[in-house]
């Protein structure tokens, strides 16, 4: 089993800068994907942005010139570098891994969600 443990969410206002660290630990043979989702009140979880184990990455266009994403694949971390931050930004941010186990079975797991706000 693999667990994920986010850090960093906060209240910021607009304009300003926040930072989402995310830990994942258990069962690890390799981990290819890891992301970050937001959910906000009343809406579907959607995807922010991905990295995989090359360092290859995707944003939503929302977040594109403003979030940046980074991975220690030694350590098994993820981060989330938010800059310029928008009251629209607010949500439920959550961060997703997927590869395979130590017993080479295939997982995608989730942390339990940090809270972002973003208002003046």
């Known amino acids: 089993q693999v667990q994920l443990v986010e850090s960093g969410g906060g209240l910021v206002q607009p304009g300003g800068s926040l930072r989402l660290s995310c830990a994942a630990s258990?069962?690890?043979?390799?981990?290819?994907?890891m992301g970050w989702y937001r959910q906000a009140p009343g809406k579907q979880r959607d995807l922010v942005a991905t990295?995989?184990?090359?360092?290859?990455?995707n944003y939503a266009d929302s977040v594109k010139g403003r979030f940046t994403i980074s991975r220690d694949n030694a350590k098994n971390t993820v981060s989330l570098q938010m800059n310029s931050l928008k009251p629209e930004d607010t949500a439920v941010y959550y961060c997703?891994?997927?590869?395979?186990?130590?017993?080479?079975?295939?997982?995608?797991?989730w942390g339990q969600g940090t809270q972002v706000t973003v208002s003046s």
């Open positions: 258990g069962s690890i043979f390799s981990i290819d994907a």
């Open positions: 997703n891994a997927e590869g395979y186990s130590a017993g080479y079975y295939r997982f995608r797991s």
């Open positions: 990295i995989t184990s090359g360092g290859s990455t």
